[in-house]
């Protein structure tokens, strides 16, 4: 376990909700990885990422997944794909990412508390 936090930097972190609306493989990339367009709602509307997802999914099977994503990070260049978005998983046994996902739908923009 890491070092304790506040509730108040926990809030600080903005985790929402969005809809994968395009996944596309990403072969520059230098590790295996997915170009992500998630579609967070009207307030944030939709952003990009890069994940290193290829284990467990494929392009075709990600559109239209509800995801769970860091949306206040700075963007991040990778490669020539701007990763705006965070979007986050778990380890699985052979550290190969599972997404976090909501087990029922929501509204793309929810903000996890």
């Given at each position: 376990m890491?070092?304790?936090?506040?509730?108040?930097d926990f809030e600080r972190v903005d985790i929402r909700v969005g809809t994968i609306i395009e996944a596309l493989p990403f072969p520059e990339a230098r590790k295996p990885a997915i170009k992500l367009?998630?579609?967070?709602?009207?307030?944030i509307g939709v952003k990009?990422?890069?994940a290193q997802i290829t284990v467990h999914y494929q392009p075709e099977t990600l559109v239209g997944r509800q995801v769970a994503a860091?949306?206040?990070f700075p963007p991040r260049q990778i490669g020539?794909?701007?990763?705006?978005?965070l979007v986050l998983g778990f380890p699985d046994a052979n550290d190969a990412v599972v997404l976090v996902s909501?087990?029922?739908?929501?509204?793309?923009g929810g903000k996890l508390f």
């Open positions: 890491t070092e304790t936090i506040t509730y108040a367009r998630v579609d967070f709602g009207p307030e990009k990422s890069s860091v949306v206040n020539k794909w701007l990763s705006e978005v909501p087990t029922v739908p929501v509204p793309n």
